[in-house]
T-cell receptor, first 114, second 111 residues
Framework: GAVVSQHPSWVICKSGTSVKIECRSLDFQATTMFWYRQFPKQSLMLMATSNEGSKATYEQGVEKDKFLINHASLTLSTLTVTSAHPEDSSFYIC??????????FGSGTRLTVV | TQLLEQSPQFLSIQEGENLTVYCNSSSVFSSLQWYRQEPGEGPVLLVTVVTGGEVKKLKRLTFQFGDARKDSSLHITAAQPGDTGLYLCAGESSSASKIIFGSGTRLSIRP
């Protein structure tokens, strides 16, 4: 089946620095990918839709200048958390659609900002 | 804004018991999916339902999509400790190619 890979699986960074998370579709091309954030004991909240070759579409309340999304190829989308703060600490998950198989999710990236 | 409310939020039952998790919305969805998520991992798709009134079975799990395609239920028969996890419903609207997750149901099955 379709596989979506995220890297890194966990990262710790200092407050004020930026962190980049990668999401790759390993065996298929994905023109659209999605980024979610999940806080402890909560569900997944959609942050933005990443579109290959064009600007991402952000959900209401998500700061596009803070969460930079780049989808430069059909197999890679990146999420950069800029000027990270402790409240940005969360579990970030990406997903992609592969035809009739529907949505496939990555294994997530746990970000801890100290 | 489409909202998907799941109930109950938490459920702890004894092994062998049956349970039902509900997913409700005021919005109509073109399809609805159920996922199970383990700690520290991404959600894994269990089933997709697309037709109002549709019922799908996956071993001891039975999924139903409401006639109006606004709600769904997940019924587990003879629950086992391996069923423990976070169960999430997610709806896809016909107007936007994206899915919105429900609030989640954390299930714990005691041996």
């Amino acid at each position: 089946g379709a596989v979506v890979s995220q890297h890194p699986s966990w990262v710790i960074c200092k407050s004020g620095t930026s962190v980049k998370i990668e999401c790759r579709s390993l065996d298929f091309q994905a023109t659209t990918m999605f980024w979610y954030r999940q806080f402890p004991k909560q569900s997944l909240m959609l942050m933005a839709t990443s579109n290959e070759g064009s600007k991402a579409t952000y959900e209401q309340g998500v700061e596009k200048d803070k969460f930079l999304i780049n989808h430069a190829s059909l197999t890679l989308s990146t999420l950069t958390v800029t000027s990270a703060h402790p409240e940005d600490s969360s579990f970030y998950i990406c997903s992609a659609i592969r035809g009739s198989e529907g949505y496939t999710f990555g294994s997530g990236t746990r970000l801890t900002v100290v | 804004t489409q909202l998907l409310e799941q109930s109950p939020q938490f459920l702890s039952i004894q092994e062998g018991e049956n349970l039902t998790v509900y997913c409700n919305s005021s919005s109509v969805f073109s399809s609805l999916q159920w996922y199970r998520q383990e700690p520290g991992e991404g959600p894994v798709l269990l089933v997709t339902v697309v037709t109002g009134g549709e019922v799908k079975k996956l071993k001891r799990l039975t999924f139903q999509f409401g006639d109006a395609r606004k709600d769904s239920s997940l019924h587990i028969t003879a629950a086992q400790p391996g069923d423990t996890g976070l169960y999430l419903c997610a709806g896809e609207s016909s107007s936007a190619s994206k899915i919105i997750f429900g609030s989640g149901t954390r299930l714990s099955i005691r041996p």
